[in-house]
C-alpha cells in the first residue's frame, strides 16, 4: 500500500511540474480558435448566410467573444465576403476511365473596412484538399467531400479572422 502512495504522489508531483513549466513558458495549444478579440463590432456582408463559410465565420467570432452584429447601421466593421465558392474537380482516371481521385476546393475573395478606412483590400484566399473516389463507396464518399468543405471552410474562417487581427493591429485601428 505504501509502493502504491508513493507512485501516486510522485506522479501528481510529475505531472503538478510539467503543467507548471507549460503554463510558465506561455505555451498553449492552437486549435481553430485564438484567444483575442477583434475589438470592433462587425457586421458580415455576404449574399449566402447558409454557406460552410458564413457559418465558420460566427463560430470562430463566437468562440473568440468577438462581437457580431445583425445589421449594418450598428456595426463598426465590415467583413465583405465577395465571392464564396467551392466545388470539386477530377484529378485522375482509372484505365478504364473511371475517376479515381477528386480535389475539393474552396475560394472566398472577401474585404474588412472600419468605416471609411479600409483595412484588408480585396483579397482571394484559395484552399484545396484532395480525395479518393471509390464508386462502390459512393455515399461514404460523398460525406467525405463534405467534410473536407467543412474543413476548407474552417480553415478559411480562421486565416481570414487572424488576417483582420494582425492588420486592425498594424494599422492601429482603436480596439476594446
Known amino acids: 500500500m505504501l509502493i502504491f502512495l508513493k ?7 510529475f ?9 510558465s513558458c506561455g505555451f498553449k495549444v492552437e486549435g481553430l480558435y485564438s484567444d483575442q478579440q477583434i475589438g470592433l463590432s462587425t457586421f458580415i456582408q455576404t449574399n449566402d448566410t447558409s ?16 462581437l457580431l452584429v445583425s445589421n449594418l447601421s450598428s456595426s463598426e466593421a465590415v467583413l465583405t465576403i465577395v ?15 473511371i ?10 475573395t472577401y474585404s ?6 479600409l483595412i484588408i ?13 471509390d464508386e462502390r463507396f459512393v455515399l461514404g464518399k460523398d460525406r ?17 479572422y487572424s488576417r483582420i487581427l494582425i492588420n486592425i493591429k498594424s494599422n492601429n485601428t482603436p480596439s476594446l
Open 7 to 13: 507512485n501516486i504522489f510522485y506522479t501528481t508531483f
Open 144 to 160: 467525405e467531400k463534405e467534410s473536407l468543405i467543412a474543413k476548407l471552410s474552417d480553415d478559411l474562417a480562421r486565416q481570414v
Open 99 to 108: 475517376p479515381r481521385e477528386y480535389e475539393v476546393f474552396y475560394s472566398i
Open 83 to 97: 465571392d464564396d465558392f467551392s466545388d470539386q474537380r477530377m484529378l485522375s482516371v482509372s484505365a478504364g476511365n
Open 51 to 66: 454557406s460552410y463559410l458564413y457559418n465558420s465565420l460566427n463560430e470562430i467570432f463566437f468562440r473568440n467573444s468577438s
Open 112 to 117: 474588412y473596412r472600419t468605416g471609411d478606412k
Open 15 to 23: 505531472l503538478s511540474i510539467i503543467s507548471y513549466f507549460l503554463a
Open 121 to 133: 483590400p480585396e483579397e482571394t484566399i484559395f484552399l484545396s484538399e484532395s480525395y479518393t473516389f
